[in-house]
């Protein structure tokens, strides 16, 4: 046998290491590529809970809120009660009588100004409520679409097959390395 045909030979071999080499390279590299995948789809689905225990920790800052707002509403109206009792027994001791003159415009007055601090504690309390809420619906919309990308990453991860990436290397290799052999007829003889 002539040096020539055995280095063809031996050419011929290392075609055929090569295309397993590379075989098992894309085998890897598509377990590696799905791996990848799966491990944005895992941190998507945490950031989705979180997002979801954000949102329900907002909604029970709001309703602690909600509470406290009230509080500060029956405190007001107990406070404007004792001073409305205050007035009456002041104005009775001086002798004077409620519902007639100025006595009745001073405590229509005090009432209408007692009404509108009770509304305004309302209105502070249902702007901040609304808002805290409102960032609730932030987090839950947030946690939706956490879930819809974990749910494509997932898919995407499916998708990928080690095995179709490693016999498509292997099959555009096995056609040059074929090939190669007919051309050469270094295996036959």
Avoid at 29 to 43: C, E, I, T, V, Y
Avoid at 168 to 189: D, E, P, R
């Amino acid at each position: 046998m002539s040096w020539q045909k055995k280095f063809g030979q031996f050419g011929d071999v290392m075609s055929v290491g090569g295309l397993i080499s590379g075989g098992v390279a894309s085998y890897f590299q598509g377990k590696f590529r799905q791996n990848q995948l799966k491990s944005q789809a895992l941190q998507f689905e945490h950031q989705q809970y979180m997002a979801k225990i954000n949102a329900k920790s907002i909604e029970s800052q709001a309703q602690h809120i909600s509470r406290q707002y009230n509080k500060q509403a029956q405190l007001k109206s107990l406070a404007q009660g004792i001073k409305k009792g205050q007035r009456t027994a002041s104005t009775a001791a001086r002798g004077g009588t409620l519902g007639y003159g100025s006595t009745r415009d001073v405590a229509v007055s005090q009432e209408v100004l007692d009404e509108i601090d009770r509304l305004t504690i309302n209105v502070n309390k249902v702007k901040a409520v609304g808002n805290m809420r409102m960032r609730g619906v932030q987090a839950n919309i947030q946690s939706d679409m956490l879930g819809v990308s974990a749910g494509n990453m997932f898919a995407s991860a499916s998708a990928v097959s080690p095995f179709l990436n490693m016999s498509s290397t292997l099959m555009t290799g096995a056609g040059g390395v074929i090939g190669q052999i007919a051309k050469g007829g270094h295996w036959g003889g």
